[in-house]
């Protein structure tokens, strides 16, 4: 080619596919990190939940509230709590 710049189609593909490859690559770094970060959080409510259960100090709304696990979630956990015992 005799053009003041040359243009290489295979180069210029491995270049995309490289960065294609790169960002996906971060996008799914980021996304298992917020997937592990939300699953930790969930299994440390389901676990302070079932503590303030045992103690029986508190109502399933207030253990809902602290713990950011719904209603149903806490129910569910002290029915297992129940039959468990």
Not at 5 to 30: C, I, L, S, V
């Amino acid at each position: 080619m005799n053009c003041l710049t040359e243009y290489d189609e295979e180069a210029t593909m491995r270049a995309f596919r490289k960065e294609g490859y790169e960002d996906g690559r971060a996008y799914g770094y980021t996304e298992g990190i917020a997937t592990g970060l939300a699953k930790g959080k969930q299994e440390k409510g389901v676990e302070d939940a079932r503590k303030l259960l045992a103690l029986n100090t508190m109502s399933v709304e207030q253990i809902a509230y602290i713990t950011e696990l719904s209603i149903e979630q806490v129910r569910e956990l002290q029915q297992q709590t129940v039959v468990n015992a």
